[in-house]
């Protein structure tokens, strides 16, 4: 039935354990400027709720268990003719210690339930493995009911059916198979497990330490729950592995190699799967032997027959899942070897510990009768092509191997398997070549003759080239011996000869601290590196320098990275006085403006709702404006400048040119001017002007996401217009002048593209910015005006004839003679005359 007021007192109390409590402690000691606790930390504060919990919880099952069983002894001894007051007092606390324990249990559940929602699955398969461990040395039952052990994994197993996302309980999954693997694994030794021997030593740890707790929490919901196990597997074996985080670590291995836990997880899941439906098959093919043989039970025969034979697929179609992944061109050319590996282990297993057969790799599994031995070829002959990486191809090799030994055939690659008479050919070559150096070496020597070493007198008079022709002999006597010197050096092997030129393109990858950034992955784990690495400042460099080129080509994970990358880009401050900080920074962000346009725009907007400094605001509305010029074809400078002269000149070209020049708008500085006049008049020459060139024509790429930004940006403006700390004030003032400059970039940008709703967002710019018109701020003014400009073109004659009639005309006139602003004067004027201009041509056409 319905939620019972016992369940939501239980419910609210673990909110408030896990939630609340730790929030008001943090804001006492910070009330009070004291540190925090070393208990009130949340890993250490959730343990404590965890383990409290789950003492609780074992106290009120033994309670109930007990008195049960006090309970049946005294109802056997009432039957002989004892006193049945006692045995009613005794049913009576057994009913108090049941109400006890479900109580205690529904806080237990409550209670994990709501962390793991939270996404603190850690902690918890942390804390409830320690548990499950205290607890696996109590083997003996309680009063021969169940064991601490039993009661934790009916508990966990109750909490696992009770959440309603599948995607929570994979990520619970995955939490479990990464810490038992952590916590079981050899903390030193060989993290390398390629070779027959490392396996088999991986394959025994799985099998003797993590896998009994896997098999007593995990298996049942894995064995009923057939979309649980899909999106387990999607996300255990789809989402990058724990190798990740030590991947930018030096290595002298020739690639990356996954570490110990990486090696282990993607097994110790295919062993779950195939134990999952092992179990189903088994109780399938038990309830079929305990059937009757009678006609009337053929049906049910039938059926769990079908029960088998699906359990049996469920197990083939993850694999196959996988496999379908694991074949495809993109994701061996463009995915990391790290993740490569990751997910050819979960398909070695079965084929090495024979869990699939021959008839399993040759059956059908998708619709159009598409096999997994088929599959499974085709990533293998990709792998073998590809010229990536060293591992790739091993990762091919080894599942080559493995399926060509379960279809009874013999494959053998010498790149994995170096025989021994090929590593005595590799040695006899080395020492072959060694006795040979040795040989040259002696003959060099001994070819080499040895001149006695000439004794200088530092009294000697010293002689130019210009001495008389007596000392001519001695000078050359010199040189005679000079050239018997060189002539001995030139048989030595250290001549000119054997030195190697230096390559001028070297791009000095070696002297690098760190390795070049390749993925958005590295560049972010660069980015947020700790200020106490030794390192930081390298890697900072490096993602700066790296990240727009990356950006630009468009990876797979680019949509994913954009939230964080972005908004860490934003906030990211020059603590190393780095040379072009600025620059590198303004170019990853146009990169992510211009490649995910729509993704960036939301992301920056909600920036701007939180409690952000002005500049940043103002920095967000500049990659706006940036982005638009881009994308439009506007080749304009793409790093910062004052919005307000782009804007100005955008206005003054979208105008007529005898308004420019009534209006000297086109006018350089004095000083350029006379500068030009004066050059002019001293030089007689001739001057012809410059050949005509071809228009080129650039596609608006800005007019399709024009308007969902427009929009963004009108509800940011709608939502937040009562709030003073974004347009309260001078910031509020100065922040609201930008605001608007931008949008009229925007919409001049997008003034090509062929859409309707254009037009219909120019009039309500028109009207925003009309209502600005008379702001006491001269910048807000300069800015409506400007708005007002760029929505003239663009709105229909019928709009501008209506705003005409309500005293448009008479405020420009009045503005442009006595607005206390000259930039504010000069604009009223440019865009009265230009209304006056767009309404004569309209009344000369009709």
């Not at 784990?525 to 993602?543: E, G, R």
């Not at 995910?596 to 509305?621: H, K, Q, Y």
């Not at 030089?683 to 071809?694: L, M, Q, V």
Request: hydrophobic residues 35%; glycine residues 4%; charged residues 20%.
């Amino acid at each position: 039935g319905g939620v019972t007021s016992d369940q939501i007192f239980s419910a609210s109390l673990s909110s408030l354990a896990v939630s609340v409590l730790p929030t008001l402690v943090a804001s006492a000691c910070y009330a009070i400027n004291l540190p925090l606790p070393s208990w009130a930390t949340p890993k250490i504060s959730c343990g404590s709720l965890i383990h409290s919990a789950w003492k609780s919880l074992l106290g009120g099952e033994i309670l109930s268990k007990s008195l049960v069983f006090l309970l049946g002894q005294e109802c056997s001894n009432s039957a002989d003719g004892s006193d049945p007051n006692a045995a009613k007092c005794n049913g009576n606390a057994a009913e108090q210690a049941s109400a006890t324990n479900l109580a205690a249990t529904r806080h237990f559940q409550m209670l994990v339930r709501q962390l793991i929602e939270s996404g603190r699955s850690d902690t918890v398969v942390h804390h409830l493995h320690h548990c499950w461990k205290s607890c696996d040395i109590i083997s003996t039952p309680l009063h021969q009911f169940d064991t601490p052990c039993s009661i934790l994994c009916r508990q966990l197993q109750s909490i696992i059916a009770s959440i309603p996302s599948k995607r929570e309980v994979a990520m619970f999954y995955r939490a479990i198979l990464r810490h038992c693997a952590k916590h079981e694994m050899p903390k030193s030794g060989n993290n390398n497990y390629c070779s027959q021997h490392a396996r088999e030593q991986l394959d025994g740890i799985c099998k003797t330490r993590i896998l009994p707790f896997l098999r007593k929490v995990l298996l049942p919901p894995l064995s009923e729950d057939t979309e649980l196990a899909e999106a387990v597997v999607n996300f255990v074996m789809l989402s990058p592995p724990t190798s990740f985080q030590h991947q930018l670590e030096s290595s002298l291995q020739p690639y990356p190699t996954l570490h110990a836990v990486d090696w282990a997880v993607p097994r110790c899941l295919a062993q779950l799967l195939a134990l999952a439906c092992s179990d189903d098959c088994e109780n399938t093919t038990d309830t079929r032997s305990n059937a009757d043989q009678e006609d009337s039970d053929s049906e049910d025969s039938q059926t769990d027959s079908l029960q088998s034979f699906n359990s049996a697929n469920v197990f083939l179609s993850q694999i196959f899942t996988v496999a379908s992944v694991w074949c495809e061109d993109i994701f061996v050319t463009r995915t990391d070897t790290v993740q490569q590996q990751y997910v050819t282990e979960f398909l070695l297993h079965p084929l090495e510990s024979k869990q699939l057969t021959s008839n399993d790799l040759q059956t059908g599994l998708s619709d159009d009768g598409t096999t997994l031995a088929t599959i499974i070829v085709q990533g293998v002959t990709l792998r073998l092509e590809v010229s990536r990486s060293e591992s790739i191809r091993r990762d091919g090799m080894r599942v080559a191997e493995a399926m060509a030994s379960l279809l009874g055939q013999t494959l053998r690659f010498e790149e994995l398997h170096p025989t021994d008479d090929a590593v005595d050919e590799i040695v006899n070559e080395k020492a072959t070549e060694i006795v040979q150096e040795r040989k040259e070496g002696k003959k060099s020597r001994k070819s080499r003759v040895r001149s006695a070493p000439r004794v200088l007198d530092p009294d000697a008079e010293y002689f130019t080239d210009d001495s008389d022709e007596s000392n001519s002999s001695q000078s050359n006597s010199s040189v005679d011996s000079h050239e018997s010197d060189e002539s001995s050096d030139s048989n030595s092997s250290w001549g000119e000869e054997s030195l190697q030129p230096y390559p001028m393109n070297d791009d000095e990858e070696d002297l690098r601290h760190v390795s070049r950034p390749r993925t958005l992955r590295v560049c972010l784990a660069y980015l947020i590196t700790s200020d106490k690495d030794d390192l930081a400042y390298d890697k900072q460099h490096s993602a700066l320098m790296e990240l727009a080129t990356i950006v630009a080509s468009q990876p797979l994970d680019l949509l994913d990275f954009v939230s964080t990358l972005v908004r860490v880009l934003l906030f990211l401050e020059d603590k190393f006085d780095m040379d072009q900080f600025a620059e590198k920074r303004w170019d990853a962000l146009m990169a992510f403006g211009v490649h995910a346009p729509l993704e960036t725009c939301v992301l920056l907007v909600g920036e701007m709702r939180g409690n952000i400094s002005l500049g940043n605001r103002l920095d967000a509305l500049s990659i706006l404006g940036s982005v638009a010029r881009e994308l439009s074809g506007m080749r304009m400078d793409t790093h910062q400048k004052p919005v307000s002269n782009s804007c100005d000149q955008e206005v003054v070209t979208s105008c007529s040119t005898r308004l420019q020049r009534v209006l000297s708008l086109h006018a350089t500085p004095a000083g350029e001017e006379a500068k030009r006049v004066l050059s002019t008049q001293s030089s007689k020459t001739r001057r012809w002007r410059n050949p005509r060139t071809s228009p080129n024509t650039t596609a608006n790429r800005f007019g399709p996401v024009s308007v969902q930004i427009m929009y963004t940006l009108f509800a940011f403006l709608s939502q937040t217009r009562n709030e003073k700390a974004i347009w309260g004030g001078p910031i509020g003032e100065k922040f609201l002048s930008e605001f608007l400059k931008t949008l009229s970039i925007i919409l001049f940008c997008a003034r090509t593209y062929p859409s309707p709703a254009l037009r219909v967002l120019a009039a309500d710019f028109f009207d925003l910015s009309w209502s600005f018109r008379d702001a006491k701020c001269a910048e807000v003014r300069h800015a409506a005006l400007m708005a007002i400009a760029t929505c003239v073109s663009m709105v229909s004659v019928e709009f501008l004839i209506g705003r005409a009639s309500h005293g448009m005309s008479s405020f420009l006139d009045h503005c442009s003679a006595f607005d206390e602003d000259a930039d504010c004067r000069r604009l009223a004027s440019l865009v009265g005359s230009s209304i006056s201009e767009v309404l004569n041509i309209n009344m000369i056409e009709r």
